[in-house]
């Protein structure tokens, strides 16, 4: 993940549930108002795209973390020896750079050839409507990838070629990774104080409880770029709201019911934590990055964050970094799971073919491996491989326990308003200025406002 991590900040939450099983919206077919390109068997693509000759194929990524970026720089270099004609010229941009900009620079002479975005509204939303990318069902289609990865991992990027609904009609990227929160946990640490690995939010308040007796840092996260607001909102969220309900309001659908006292609880736990000295000190202050290689250093019992870490964490910590899926109180257990960035094919660009050959090839079963060899979680769907760490067979295991369950949360949030409260409002409310009951009462009203939006 970009800057350690950006990337959540900025987010444009949309709607995504990355494990098979989990309630999704409907799947649509590409459009017709969408000119499909020639599209050889992929058989044939190898020689097609030897055809064009000597070119450079320009992509460019956020991929900053260092376990991702690694896998993604082995990628490249085995695509260029499967496809010897292409080079490949790799540009990787802050979270923020790249994204803000993205209507400017994809509508410009220096475009690149294939981009990572953010799907959403407001980010995706302007590229599709402004014909700025281009739709990927035609090779989709032809070259098998909607088996590739489950359609709960498609359906997020999935938009009307207007831009006025998400989750049907074309799809416009393919994601390599999958994005998934939950806690990391310090083995030596959890040792120390006699605990065990929390099953539920009760117990994970008693072992947070111990950790500050025994003058650890029980949660290692700060909030000097929000990181704090959205981490702990979700994983507390998670812990508590009953999934159905946490679901209708991420996607942005009718039947979140905000009366329900579990919203309150979950806030007032969020502002326990950051009132009460489970923060480092300081907290207001630090960033993700700083508090990334606090806890690697073997600082803090336990770090709310997600998968795209465990690959530093492992090189830290080895076999002392374990994770879990939020532990949950009164339903199965839960967590926002999505897909990564979207990669997508630029219009400007000349080697168009060439492009999807890349996407085709970082989303395969090969690439997939590739990404669990630096202990990432990929996209697409392979059996867990044999050689993890074990951290990384939590995650294996915990992803698949959402899909068993059905409780993979969206990534999104789907209402506009209530998405920019959340941060606003939650920075306040995370310093005492609002109480909890203001908090959720205006997250629930402006969530309100965002349906009836939709519906005008």
């Known amino acids: 993940m970009p800057g350690l991590h950006q990337r959540w900040r900025a987010r444009t939450w949309i709607v995504s549930i990355a494990v098979a099983g989990c309630v999704v919206l409907a799947t649509g077919t590409a459009s017709s108002s969408v000119t499909a390109p020639s599209v050889p068997p992929h058989s044939q693509l190898k020689s097609k795209v030897a055809a064009l000759g000597k070119i450079t194929l320009t992509v460019e990524d956020v991929e900053q973390q260092v376990a991702r970026s690694k896998a993604y720089d082995l990628l490249n270099k085995q695509f260029e020896k499967l496809y010897p004609n292409v080079k490949i010229k790799r540009v990787t941009k802050g979270y923020s750079a790249l994204i803000t900009g993205e209507k400017l620079l994809l509508s410009s002479s220096h475009a690149p050839d294939v981009v990572q975005i953010n799907y959403g509204y407001s980010d ?5 409507k402004g014909k700025l990318i281009q739709s990927l069902d035609p090779y989709a289609k032809a070259w098998g990838w909607y088996k590739r990865q489950p359609a709960s991992n498609l359906d997020p990027i999935r938009m009307t070629p207007a831009a006025t609904k998400l989750g049907t009609s074309n799809l416009w990227g393919m994601a390599g990774t999958v994005d998934l929160i939950g806690i990391y946990y310090n083995k030596d640490l959890l040792s120390k104080i006699g605990a065990s690995v929390p099953k539920t939010a009760a117990d994970f308040a008693t072992v947070l409880d111990k950790s500050k007796a025994a003058g650890q840092v029980p949660l290692m996260i700060a909030d000097g770029d929000q990181n704090a607001t959205l981490f702990l909102w979700y994983v507390a969220m998670a ?20 009366s329900l006292p579990q919203w309150v609880a979950a806030a007032k736990l969020i502002r326990h934590w950051a009132a009460d000295g489970y923060l480092p000190n300081g907290y207001e202050g630090l960033d993700q990055g700083q508090t990334a290689k606090m806890f690697g250093s073997g600082q803090g019992l336990f770090r709310p964050s997600g998968t795209w870490e465990n690959g530093e964490f492992v090189q830290d910590l080895g076999n002392k970094v374990g994770f879990i899926v939020p532990p949950p109180e009164g339903h199965a257990a839960a967590t926002v799971a999505g897909p990564g960035q979207p990669w997508c094919i630029v219009t400007k660009s000349k080697n168009q073919l060439a492009g999807a050959a890349y996407i085709d090839f970082i989303t395969s079963d090969a690439a997939a491996k590739v990404f669990a060899n630096v202990q990432d979680l990929a996209a697409t769907k392979i059996p867990a491989p044999s050689k993890l760490s074990p951290s990384a067979k939590d995650i294996y295991a915990g992803y698949a326990g959402l899909a068993r369950s059905g409780t993979g949360l969206s990534w999104s949030i789907g209402t506009p308003k209530a998405y920019t409260y959340l941060n606003s409002g939650g920075q306040e409310m995370l310093r005492g200025k609002i109480t909890a009951e203001d908090y959720i009462k205006k997250l629930g009203d402006l969530y309100a406002e965002d349906l009836k939006d939709q519906q005008s």
């Open 239 to 258: 812990m508590v709201v009953p999934p159905a309900n946490l679901q209708h309001f991420l996607l942005g659908q009718p039947g979140a019911n905000f």
């Open 124 to 128: 995706q939303g302007p590229l599709v």
